[in-house]
């Protein structure tokens, strides 16, 4: 039987908004969370081939993170895009609360030489 992750559908449009769906159904009440560990996060990363494979394979070796994080990143994209949908405008807490997580991710991006030049790569395992 399909991990619940494989078979959830992606129709969202944009990355942020298939990872919003990541939730069944929000109104009238909470659906579904597809999101119950560490390895669903995973499933969910290499379904939507968020990391190119070797920086992947990368990731996998780090040791789990806490399934809460992505979770609130996740809250708080759908806040923002509702907050959008309801008032017309972003709400600047919301940014502010998107660019502490932008923070702690670039703090483990690096510029990296390839054959090809110049691209964006993560920092190798700790």
């Known amino acids: 039987m399909p991990h619940p992750i494989e078979t959830l559908s992606l129709d969202g449009g944009w990355l942020c908004l298939d990872f919003t769906n990541t ?8 659906g579904d969370d597809y999101l119950h ?10 379904r939507v081939d ?3 494979e070797t920086e992947y394979r990368i990731w996998k070796r780090m040791p789990p993170g806490d ?12 806040g923002l ?5 309801e008032k017309g405008v972003v709400h ?15 703090a483990h991006t690096r510029i990296c030489m390839t054959g090809n030049g110049l ?3 993560v920092e190798d395992e700790p």
């Open 23 to 30: 939730v069944s159904t929000r109104l009238p009440a909470t």
């Open 37 to 46: 560990s560490w390895d669903d996060f995973a499933v969910w990363v290499a």
């Open 50 to 52: 968020l990391l190119p």
């Open 67 to 78: 399934i809460a994080e992505p979770r609130a990143l996740r809250e708080l994209i759908y």
């Open 81 to 85: 895009f509702s907050h959008y949908a």
């Open 92 to 106: 600047p807490g919301h940014l502010e609360a998107l660019n502490g997580y932008l923070h702690e991710v670039y």
């Open 119 to 121: 691209r964006r790569g």
